[in-house]
């Protein structure tokens, strides 16, 4: 069993900075990726960013030249961080995990973008 647990989540003002940390503990291999989900009220969960075991990373459209995704060293680590908040970026942010099993996912923690 994997659990992913994420933190850094909160209220910024527009144009803020946050960064997003998710560790993974327990029953893990070797992970083909890591990467990072939001849903917002009333909208369908959606792809932020993604980086591969390889080192491929793909972002959201709407995200692109704002948030960074990484890795920890220990490769069970991965981060988000989210530069120029806007409002629309406010959402219930999921880490993800991939492996041979299939995919695994965090609980979540609410970002909240104010005016």
């Known amino acids: 069993q994997v659990q992913l647990v994420e933190s850094g989540g909160g209220l910024v003002q527009t144009g803020g900075s946050l960064r997003l940390s998710c560790a993974a503990s327990?029953?893990?291999?070797?992970?083909?990726?890591m990467g990072w989900y939001r849903q917002a009220l009333g909208k369908q969960r959606e792809l932020v960013a993604a980086?591969?075991?390889?080192?491929?990373?793909d972002y959201a459209e709407s995200v692109m030249g704002r948030f960074t995704i990484s890795r920890g060293n220990a490769k069970n680590t991965v981060y988000l961080q989210m530069n120029s908040l806007k409002r629309e970026d406010t959402a219930v942010y999921y880490c993800?995990?991939?492996?041979?099993?299939?995919?695994?996912w965090g609980q979540g923690t609410q970002v909240t973008v104010s005016s």
């Open positions: 327990g029953s893990i291999f070797s992970f083909n990726a």
């Open positions: 980086i591969t075991s390889r080192g491929r990373i």
């Open positions: 993800n995990a991939n492996d041979l099993v299939g995919n695994h």
